[in-house]
C-alpha cells in the first residue's frame, strides 16, 4: 500500500493516475476528480480505480474498511467502480 500524500504529496491527478499505471497498481480514492478523469475525459484506468463515497473516519478506520473491500473481490483490474 503506498499513500500518494507521503510518497508524492502535491502531484497533479494525472500524474497520480500515471503512476498506478507504470506501477500497477489500484488506486483507492476518496477524490471524484479521479472519477471525471476516467469516465468524462477517457483516462486510461487499466489497473483499476476505486472512488469510495463513505465518510472518512480516522485513517486507520478507512485503511481497515478499505482493507475488507479490496479483500472482498480479485477483479479490480481494469475496472473503474
Known sequence: MLWIREAAPGSSDQAVL??????????VTFDKDFGDLVYRRGATASTGVILLRIPQPSAA???DRISRILASRTDWAGHAW
Open 18 to 27: 500515471a503512476r498506478t499505471q507504470t506501477e500497477s497498481r489500484v488506486l
Open 61 to 63: 478506520a478507512a485503511a
